[in-house]
């Protein structure tokens, strides 16, 4: 392992702001060694997310580009040195002028290199758990409505499930793998973490889901599953007209109901982290509360939230609530007390 040089780090710091703002708030509050590995970790995921996401490459691609990224990472995690050449079959032929993200994509092989400086317990856990997220992101990018302008969504709550496990669940599990690594837990602490750290991941990832529902729906796309879609006589392509606002309603509020348990648990998560590790508590907290707020929002006003534009939290709500959990992250009871508080507003 080499150590990273300025160039890296400014890299890091050029990139994260860019790619997640969310991020770039409460990474911050992570120790410096613990920080490294979870940035670069977050920059691969952006890699492999960018992959699925883009417009600019057909299906099929998407997903063969997938796959290569899912075994290079595995071999990566058995120790194989990473090939070049196998980097840049994953980038080939992507305009980096398109946006930030396939900007870093484009730039994969200086993110490998800076991965290559971290210690290689930390690369293990990374490259194992980011080949099953690039794996799952395979099949899941394959999705496409089957006529212009059609919306296809997916199957059921265990689909829904699913797709989350493979966007958010892995990093539920690579963050706790780290965590356990470099602070030796003792068991009854690690334990916790692993029983919920998945269910951390598909909380924070099924808000996201909800709230891009309109910028997915322009890529043919809906990430809520169909069967209650059905269920409220609604389709993919229905939830973007606002005459249907009788039938939205009801099916948000029951998306909402199935979101609120695993934020429940995501809360649970923070608070087996040690009180005197209150960096790492507040990087965890403080998506939870947002989390959280944005799913008042939405359940203030579902239409809108299914018709457009997306809601989100403003940078007065922000603040607000870093500044909340900062006072409170050192006691369990206050931090769960002003989680309730805005889990009753919905």
């Given amino acids: 392992m080499t150590k990273p040089d300025k160039t890296d780090d ?23 060694g613990l920080r490294n590995s979870v940035y670069t970790s977050y920059l691969l995921c952006r ?16 997903s063969r580009r997938l796959l290569t990224l899912r075994d290079l990472l595995s071999g990566a995690a058995e120790g194989k040195i990473i090939d070049p050449d196998s980097v840049s ?46 794996g799952g992101m395979a099949e899941y990018s394959k999705l496409e409505g089957k006529e212009k302008d059609s919306v296809v969504s997916l199957e059921d709550i265990a689909d829904w499930d699913r797709y989350c496990y493979y966007v958010a669940g892995t990093v539920g599990h690579m963050l706790t793998d780290l965590f356990i690594l470099h602070y030796g837990f003792k068991k009854e ?3 916790g973490l692993k029983k919920l750290g998945n269910s951390f991941g598909l909380g924070l990832q099924k808000v996201n ?48 109901g199935l979101t609120i348990p695993h934020l429940d648990d995501a809360i649970e998560y923070a608070m087996f982290i040690p009180r005197h590790l209150k960096g790492v508590r507040m990087f965890l907290v403080i998506p939870v509360y947002l989390a959280i707020g944005t799913l008042s929002l939405i359940k203030s006003d579902p239409v809108r939230a299914m018709t457009g534009p997306p809601v989100k939290l403003n940078r007065r709500d ?29």
């Avoid at 997640?20 to 409460?26: D, H, P, Y």
């Avoid at 994953?90 to 290559?116: A, Q, T, W």
Wanted: proline share 5%; net charge positive.
């Fill in 89 to 134: 079959a994953i980038y080939e032929s992507v305009n980096p002028s398109k946006s930030d993200d396939h900007r870093l994509l484009s730039e994969s092989i200086k993110l490998f290199e800076i991965l290559d400086t971290l210690p290689r317990s930390h690369k293990k856990i990374i490259y194992r758990w980011v080949a099953e997220m690039a």
């Fill in 10 to 32: 400014s890299f890091i710091q050029e990139y994260i702001p860019k790619v997640s703002r969310t991020f770039a708030l409460t990474i911050k509050f992570l120790p410096r």
């Fill in 47 to 62: 890699v492999a997310d960018t992959l699925e996401d883009t417009a600019y490459l057909p299906v099929m691609e998407k």
């Fill in 318 to 346: 922000v603040t607000r609530v870093v500044g909340a959990a900062a006072i409170r992250i050192g006691s369990n009871r206050k931090l769960m007390g002003y989680y309730l508080g805005l889990r009753n507003k919905i």
């Fill in 209 to 256: 889901v909800i709230k891009d529902v309109p910028d997915d729906r322009e890529r043919g796309i809906c990430y809520l599953p169909g069967v209650i879609m059905n269920k409220h006589r609604l389709d993919a392509t229905g939830l973007k007209e606002k005459s249907e606002s009788s039938k939205i309603t009801p099916f948000v509020n029951e998306i909402i």
């Fill in 189 to 191: 602490i690690s334990k």
